[in-house]
């Protein structure tokens, strides 16, 4: 079992940067690949990014290609979403999610196992 707890939301302008954490708790953390989806109004929810358990592989949607970073922290059982040079279109909850035991690096909702509640981020233009 692991539980997810997202922070960091909050309202920017656009050009802002934020920083989202997910606090882990759970003794999968480490052989885990965590991923961070988000969801806008009246939209599906998407992907952004992933990492490996071992943080040595990373996707991400295009859309956040060369802006977002995600990474890990295993000893303190957390990932974060740096997210730079922010758009009114990032606008969205941004979830936080966890795979146990995983290979890859998954970049589907189906594909993980456990989700936070969710951060809001607001961007102004």
């Known amino acids: 079992q692991v539980q997810l707890v997202e922070s960091g939301g909050g309202l920017v302008q656009a050009g802002d940067s934020l920083r989202l954490s997910c606090a882990a708790s759970?003794?999968?953390?480490?052989?885990?690949?965590m991923a961070w989806f988000r969801q806008a109004p009246g939209k599906e929810r998407e992907f952004v990014a992933a990492?490996?358990?071992?943080?040595?592989?990373?996707n991400y949607v295009d859309s956040v290609k060369g802006r977002f970073a995600v990474s890990r922290d295993n000893a303190k059982e957390t990932v974060y979403l740096q997210m730079n040079s922010l758009k009114p279109e990032d606008t969205a909850v941004y979830y936080c999610?966890?795979?146990?035991?995983?290979?890859?690096?998954?970049?589907?909702?189906?594909?993980?196992?456990?989700w936070g509640r969710g951060t809001q981020v607001t961007v102004s233009s």
């Open positions: 990492i490996s358990w071992d943080g040595a592989r990373t």
């Open positions: 999610a966890a795979k146990s035991f995983a290979r890859g690096v998954p970049t589907t909702n189906s594909e993980y196992d456990y």
């Open positions: 759970g003794r999968t953390f480490s052989t885990a690949a």
